[in-house]
């Protein structure tokens, strides 16, 4: 599980640390864990949300980044070290968000693996047309997001976000741990109650790695298509998908 420990710099494409025999809860045993949960650790630490949620789940767990920072990556490399982080290589990143996930690789000791959609974007554009973000965006993020996360998470019972309360008005509500019945699955949301200023400091205590688009006047970060800059002011979000009527990608609904 610590493939990049050697410091070689390799993206694992593929495996999960360890977990093939690791014990598989039922639905209604993890719905019951997350009920309880999210009762038990409201306003507790991030750290201990975290050690609450690898205790609890162990090899069946991972985190998901979208390398926007590294906050919740680094995070659960102090708490669980080799932890698996998911991130969703869409093939249409900016190269500042795939320099964010190479230093992850480099530098801590969690097991990156990106998962790539089935189809590569020039296969998409041939079965599907080219540029389908700016006609069918909702099918775009199905493809290239939501089916791969889908796929990954199928050997784990857990999985972590960085989502945020203060990120924007849809996530005023997010709870630290929740279940997911469509997916079934247990969602821990460790830093769901930091605002941006929270962030900010954890990320100059420990010197995470952070997308340098936010210097550049970006609130929010996604795939290229459809990411735009803020102006001051804006909800950060706003430049997501900003000539739709969309604010999420369809991960966390
Ligand atoms: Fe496609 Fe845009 Fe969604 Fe990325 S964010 S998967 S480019 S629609």
Redesign the pocket.
């Known amino acids: 599980s610590l493939l990049n420990a050697s410091g070689l710099g390799l993206v694992n494409l593929g495996a999960p640390a360890v977990s093939a025999d690791s014990e598989r809860r039922k639905p209604e045993e993890l719905k019951a864990l997350a009920l309880a949960a999210a009762e038990m650790l409201e306003g507790r630490p991030a750290e201990e949300i975290a050690k609450w949620a690898t205790d609890t789940f162990g090899a069946r767990f991972c985190v998901t980044s979208s390398m926007a920072d590294a906050v919740v990556a680094h995070l659960f490399s102090r708490v669980s070290p080799g932890v698996d982080v998911v991130f969703l290589d869409?093939g249409?990143h900016f190269p500042e968000t795939l320099k964010v996930r190479d230093t992850v690789v480099r530098t801590m000791n969690v097991n990156v693996r990106s998962i790539r959609p089935r189809l590569t974007v020039g296969q998409q554009d041939g079965e599907y047309g080219p540029r389908l973000?700016a006609r069918s965006?909702d099918e775009?993020?199905f493809l290239?997001?939501v089916e791969p996360l889908e796929r990954a998470l199928a050997e784990y019972d857990s999985w972590a976000t960085g989502l945020r309360r203060d990120e924007s008005p849809t996530r005023a509500n997010t709870p630290v741990v929740a279940f997911d019945a469509k997916k079934g699955k247990v969602k821990v949301n460790p830093i769901a109650a930091w605002t941006q200023a929270d962030v900010d400091a954890y990320i100059s205590r420990w010197n995470v790695p952070v997308n340098e688009l936010f210097k550049k006047g970006y609130g929010s970060i996604?795939?290229w298509?459809?990411t735009r800059r803020t102006k001051a002011g804006e909800d950060p979000r706003a430049g997501r998908w900003a000539m739709f009527e969309k604010t999420e990608?369809g991960l966390h609904v």
Request: charged content about 15%; aromatic content about 8%.
């Open positions: 869409t249409l973000f965006p775009c993020c290239r997001k996604g795939c298509p459809c990608c």
